[in-house]
């Protein structure tokens, strides 16, 4: 599971704060002088044979430098694959990296260098929810559509603008499909539902509990609890009191193993278990919570190496060729780098032009495009609105993938999870 | 029902958490040290109770017949290579000395375990015995059990042997008590190690109760601290107190309320506790008299 909405970098001390401040304030007003005559939608780079730029800016050092380096890896995946089948419009794919050491500071600064230093045509996303609202803000200011695919917080698209498009599937997204597959397929229960006050899990949450409501399943029990909780046994009783059938966490990995923990030992099963992280840690998983009790539990997940979506395959070995390792070492920041430049190099070669405002114009007409991680249709505020995410089911011992059905090498879901200790 | 079911949670888990805050007070109480390595020490006691049950299937209570011992080692080592040579502003270098110590041990242990989180999963970790609609999981019977004898042993250590009357001497007036002949240096170094055993043990529980990994300390030793700043730093028995106060208010407002609200209410009536006694529920003051 990667959560889009990563804490930010620690804190700085006072002086280094003061500093990065003034030297984003000596930048800002830099760029400002220098865009007087970039500001405004970008028409290309002149000659039609150019190549299309694209500026990104990525976090190659600091708090997010592991993520930053498989999003980069991923973008240069995307450009690889696209100019190795023409480029986009006949004109090859050129990216501009710029390191913003994972600061919300610098990542605005990035964006002016890309925008009036570098004149790119595009830019795309940096990672994670932290630079992309700022980033996007920056983009916004001279008319240039941010598509980005790791800046799913609900804080992105709070923010009003028209420019910003997440092909990924967004906070509140995250447990749709496993919502729709419950709609579907069992009559209306009633739900307990915990969550982390994240401000990733909480919506993520709140989206698959609004959803249910409205189609008829009754909340009984809603408790939130703080990051640093480390005793989930009132929660747990809570919900054991409840005998709610469906139970859905929004939990990271060590919550998660706990939840499991205490609902044994309140003697609960529930008939249906999701939680939003902790299932998917696999062998961890197992050690914490015993192979006996894992049969059922469902976890969702935004991609995976072995799923059929449009030009999954391709990037998977375009990717290892370029990169070594394994496909399920695959960070899935490569999936959502990637899905970001086929969404922009789609909806360029239907428009046929590099215009940024034909390009929002255009993504905001409602119009699907396809990528690794499944359909992609905007909705107004841009999360993506088709979005499909996957769930995963544990079954005999082994993580499946169960939703949606007919992508990949799904399984049929196991509806009603099998009693504690039961393994299944 | 819910409420006197999170009471009982409260209570059984609070005696635990006075576990691993008791060895915090009591170097307090002699050393006048804050043992910022505390958590870390904690997780120490759970990664060594997960090793020997992983490796060698003793089971972590069994094993803490192995675990106490070696982690009193190391609370007299860390005293006589560490603080005992300090000679200045000891009290603050102390502190900043057991932050280094929990530092270093955070990175051995990222290294030699890495940080994917871990587990000690015993076949009685998930039973549980049930009376009515009230459960007692059986690993908190046990734990609170453990911590009534362990803590029951190291006040009979404090108020009924001569070692005990050389250790509140220490704690009453370190220079008086080297005057009548008491070597404080032992002292301080079998206080210190007696709180890192207890560490061992509170360590045991956690990792019986919690996946964890090196990072988990952070939690614990913010958690331990305002324990022991509710109880009063230096006292045993209101460290037990503290424990269980705190965590059956968190638990009574979690499935009340809100567990958002569980800690900020805690810290809430801390906070009053503090204005009315500064020195805690029985602080030094408090101790020293008895």
């Known amino acids: ?424 | 029902m819910l409420v006197l079911q999170a009471i009982i949670d409260g209570v059984l888990v609070g005696g635990f958490y006075a576990l691993m805050a008791g060895g915090l007070t009591l170097v307090f109480g002699v050393m006048d040290i804050v043992n910022f390595a505390q958590g870390i020490l904690v997780v120490l006691g759970a990664y060594l109770s997960y090793a020997l049950y992983a490796h060698l299937n003793i089971d972590p209570f069994l094993g803490l017949l192995i675990t106490i011992p070696v982690m009193f080692v190391i609370g007299i080592a860390v005293y006589w290579s560490m603080i005992k040579p300090i000679k200045r502003d000891r009290v603050i270098m102390s502190l900043l000395t057991m932050f280094a110590v929990g530092t270093v041990v955070e990175g051995i242990l990222d290294y030699i375990f890495t940080s994917n989180l871990v587990a000690i999963h015993t076949s009685y970790r998930d039973s549980s015995v049930q009376v009515g609609s009230l459960v007692f999981p059986n690993i908190y019977l046990y734990a609170f059990a453990m911590s009534v004898v362990l803590l029951g042993g190291v006040y009979y250590l404090l108020y009924r042997t001569r070692f005990g009357r050389s250790l509140r001497a220490s704690m009453q007036n370190p220079t008086a008590a080297r005057l009548v002949g008491i070597n404080t240096d032992w002292v301080s170094a079998f206080t210190l190690g007696i709180g890192v055993g207890l560490a061992a043990a509170g360590g045991m529980v956690f990792g019986l109760t919690n996946s964890f990994d090196a990072a988990s300390s952070y939690d614990l030793i913010s958690r331990l601290l305002a324990i022991v700043i509710f109880g009063g730093f230096g006292s045993l028995s209101g460290a037990l107190i503290a424990s269980i106060v705190m965590l059956v208010i968190q638990d009574v407002v979690a499935v009340v309320w809100s567990a958002t609200w569980g800690q900020t209410t805690f810290y809430l009536v801390l906070v009053l506790v503090l204005l009315l006694r500064p020195q805690g529920l029985l602080g030094r003051k408090a101790v020293r008299a008895q």
């Open chain 1, 1 to 424: 599971m990667k959560f889009h909405g990563k804490p930010g970098p620690r804190p700085r001390t006072r002086t280094a704060a003061l500093w990065t401040a003034g030297v984003a304030a000596v930048a800002l007003v830099i760029a400002g002088c220098s865009s007087s005559s970039s500001s405004g939608s970008s028409s290309g780079s002149g000659s039609s044979t150019a190549p299309i730029t694209v500026g990104i800016s990525v976090s190659l050092s600091g708090d997010f430098s592991g993520d930053g380096l498989a999003t980069k890896q991923g973008y240069e995946t995307w450009a690889a694959y696209q100019n190795a089948h023409g480029g986009i419009l006949g004109r090859q794919v050129k990216l501009t990296f710029l390191s913003d050491g994972s600061s919300p500071t610098q990542v605005i600064t990035n964006y002016q260098k890309l925008i009036t230093v570098n004149h790119v045509d595009f830019v795309m996303g940096p990672y994670s929810t932290l630079l992309t609202k700022p980033a996007s803000a920056i983009a916004n200011r001279y008319n240039y559509v941010m598509i980005e695919g790791i800046g799913g917080g609900p804080s992105v698209f709070s923010q009003g603008l028209h420019n910003v498009f997440d092909v990924s599937a967004s906070a509140s997204f995250q447990l749709i499909t496993f919502a729709k597959w419950l709609v579907a397929t069992q009559q209306p229960e009633t739900i307990a539902y915990a969550a982390m006050t994240d401000p990733f899990l909480q919506p993520m949450l709140d989206g698959a509990r609004s959803y249910l409501t409205a189609h008829g399943f009754k909340s009984v029990v809603y408790k939130l609890y703080p990051l640093e909780t480390t005793d989930f046994t009132p929660i747990a009783s809570a919900i054991a009191a409840s005998k709610a059938p469906v139970v859905v966490l929004g939990t990271m990995p060590p919550d998660g193993y706990a939840f499991v923990q205490d609902l044994i030992q309140d003697k609960f099963s529930p008939k249906v278990l999701v939680e939003a992280s902790g299932p998917d840690q696999g062998s961890a998983f197992i050690k914490a919570v015993g192979a006996s009790n894992t049969g059922g539990i469902m976890v969702p997940n935004t991609w995976y190496p072995g799923s059929t979506y449009y030009q999954n395959t391709a990037m998977v070995q375009l990717y290892l060729k370029k990169f070594g390792g394994t496909a399920d070492n695959i960070s899935a920041d490569v999936a959502e780098a990637f899905s970001s430049g086929q969404v922009l190099a789609q909806a360029i070669s239907h428009l046929k032009s590099t215009s940024n405002s034909a390009l929002e114009s255009y993504l905001h007409s409602g119009v699907t495009f396809q990528s690794v991680q499944g359909p992609v249709k905007f909705l107004a505020d841009g999360e993506n609105g088709a979005a499909t995410p996957f769930v995963f089911q544990w079954q005999n011992g082994t993580l499946q993938d169960v939703l949606p059905t007919g992508v990949g090498t799904t399984k049929p879901v196991v509806a009603v999870k099998p009693a504690w200790g039961a393994k299944g």
